[in-house]
């Protein structure tokens, strides 16, 4: 149990750096995974995930552009903006894991990349979208 949610951890990373990537330069998820992945092997979480983001990208950010408050997608922060990105997907697609636990870990992605700031700021967002989705 320990191992899956370090190893699911580790792979929200990696699927926050290629949303980001591939938000910056336009790239090809795949190439972009590829590139974020440098060598190591893939995964079926992390590449269900990136896909299922890309294919609910509009929707999803209605849902994030709507948590805002005093705040548009386009003063969003490129990476926090990918974290939310992949939390709303996980919260209102995927389904997989828990809202706490999906919470939880793009809070700490958020200070992972970011601060303290970044983290509450996640989680402030992504609260509102989990309320609303009960």
């Given at each position: 149990r320990d191992?899956?949610?370090?190893?699911?951890?580790?792979?929200?990373?990696?699927?926050?750096?290629?949303?980001?990537?591939?938000?910056?330069?336009?790239?090809?998820?795949?190439?972009?995974?590829?590139?974020?992945?440098?060598?190591?092997?893939?995964?079926?979480?992390?590449?269900?995930?990136?896909?299922g983001v890309?294919?609910?990208?509009?929707?999803?950010?209605?849902?994030i552009e709507?948590?805002?408050?005093?705040?548009?997608?386009?003063?969003?922060?490129?990476?926090?903006?990918?974290?939310?990105?992949?939390?709303?997907?996980?919260?209102?697609?995927?389904?997989?894991?828990?809202?706490?636990?999906?919470?939880?870990?793009?809070?700490?992605?958020?200070?992972?990349?970011?601060?303290?700031?970044?983290?509450?700021?996640?989680?402030?967002?992504?609260?509102?979208?989990?309320?609303?989705?009960?």
């Open positions: 191992r899956s949610s370090m190893r699911r951890r580790e792979l929200r990373k990696i699927a926050v750096q290629t949303l980001y990537q591939i938000a910056m330069a336009g790239t090809d998820w795949t190439k972009a995974l590829e590139h974020t992945l440098n060598g190591r092997p893939s995964d079926a979480f992390l590449e269900n995930n990136i896909k890309l294919e609910h990208l509009e929707a999803i950010d209605r849902s709507q948590a805002l408050t005093h705040w548009s997608l386009d003063r969003l922060s490129k990476v926090d903006h990918a974290i939310l990105r992949l939390a709303v997907y996980e919260l209102l697609y995927a389904k997989e894991s828990p809202p706490a636990v999906v919470i939880n870990e793009a809070v700490e992605l958020g200070k992972l990349f970011g601060t303290e700031k970044n983290g509450k700021f996640i989680n402030r967002v992504l609260g509102k979208i989990a309320r609303q989705e009960e």
